[in-house]
């Protein structure tokens, strides 16, 4: 079963507008991972934002972690149509075990 | 420098039967780690292999097996295969636990 949760599942927006992904978990974490995957087939590495960091940038996307509340966001700015992908976050349950959400659905219209 | 590579990259297969599927790492990497991912699921945890030793497993039956070589290398073999084994299965390899990279994926239909 997945112990991270996604919101929303399905997100539809319009090409150059910005896209917010949330993410919860249940359990404390030393870091929380973000991954795209296109069409079914494998997961691209995103970004990491570690427990002690509260936001993190990469290009266009910025991730914010609160731990106090166990939830995590992904923003994409500017979006395009090849942001078009599931996004899913995932954390470590031990040292080993990744675990992830159902995921958010983007589609980007153009 | 070569990513982690995934064969086959479809697979058909019916009830009852045997898979074997295999993975080869990221250069420089030494652990591989195997998801299951249901249509419209996130992946979900099967194992992982490091120092050719299974580390750790999810909930997974026995019917899910794994190696891993001297190289390296994995394969996720499935026997007594049923329909509800049709999944995309991942494979990810890994140095330390900060970052998993995943392979294309074999797409696994069991009819």
């Known amino acids: 079963s997945q112990q991270g949760e996604e919101d929303p599942q399905a997100l539809s927006i319009q090409e150059g507008e910005n896209a917010t992904m949330n993410c919860s978990y249940k359990t404390s974490i030393n870091n929380l991972q973000w991954y795209r995957q296109n069409s079914g087939r494998g997961l691209v590495h995103l970004i990491l934002?570690?427990?002690?960091?509260r936001e993190k940038h990469s290009g266009r996307l910025r991730v914010t972690l609160d731990t106090s509340k166990k939830s995590s966001s992904l923003l994409i700015t500017a979006s395009r149509a090849a942001d078009t992908a599931s996004y899913f976050c995932?954390?470590?349950?031990?040292?080993?075990?990744?675990?992830f959400g159902q995921g958010t659905r983007l589609t980007i219209n153009p | 420098d070569a990513g982690v590579t995934q064969s086959p990259t479809h697979l058909i297969k019916t009830r009852g039967q045997q898979v074997t599927l295999r993975c080869s790492p990221k250069s420089g990497h030494d652990t591989v780690s195997w998801y299951q991912q249901a249509l419209g699921q996130g992946p979900q945890f099967i194992f992982q292999y490091y120092e050719e030793e299974e580390r750790q497993r999810g909930n997974f039956p026995d019917r899910f097996s794994g190696h891993q070589f001297p190289n390296y290398s994995s394969e996720l073999n499935v026997n007594a295969l049923l329909l509800g084994d049709s999944a995309l299965y991942l494979c990810?390899?890994?140095?330390?636990?900060?970052?998993?990279?995943f392979g294309p994926g074999t797409r696994l239909t069991v009819l």
């Open positions: 995932a954390y470590y349950q031990g040292a080993q075990k990744l675990v």
């Open positions: 934002i570690r427990s002690n960091e």
């Open positions: 990810a390899s890994s140095l330390v636990t900060d970052t998993q990279y």
